[in-house]
């Protein structure tokens, strides 16, 4: 059984930098996707990026690329999201899960870890 363990986040002002990190057990490196999500409060929860944890395939979502990279390291079973340039907008509760598809549909996400907060201001 996959578990997720996120950890990172903080209060940040806009601008700032934070970088999230998504501690995986049980994943398969080859056949496994890892995702973040973000929700803020009385909104949908987003896709922001997914990444083959095996490495070499990610996607990302239109209103964090050039400012958010995803990455992997598969010899610690983590995954991370560098965050920079951070806008208000970013602020939620950010989640990292697993799929076996390159998706940012929440949908298609098994297993999930249980959130970190994100807070930027302005």
């Known amino acids: 059984q996959v578990q997720l363990v996120e950890s990172g986040g903080g209060s940040v002002q806009a601008g700032g930098s934070l970088r999230l990190s998504c501690a995986a057990s049980?994943?398969?490196?080859?056949?496994?996707?890892v995702g973040w999500f973000r929700q803020a409060p009385g909104k949908e929860r987003e896709g922001v990026a997914t990444?083959?944890?095996?490495?070499?395939?990610?996607l990302y979502a239109d209103s964090v690329k050039g400012r958010f990279t995803i990455s992997q390291d598969n010899a610690k079973n983590m995954v991370y999201l560098q965050m920079n340039t951070l806008k208000p907008e970013d602020t939620g509760m950010y989640y990292c899960?697993?799929?076996?598809?390159?998706?940012?549909?929440?949908?298609?996400?098994?297993?999930w870890g249980r959130g970190t907060q994100v807070t930027v201001s302005s």
């Open positions: 899960a697993s799929s076996r598809r390159l998706t940012l549909n929440s949908a298609d996400f098994g297993y």
């Open positions: 049980g994943y398969s490196y080859r056949r496994d996707f």
């Open positions: 990444i083959l944890t095996g490495g070499g395939w990610t």
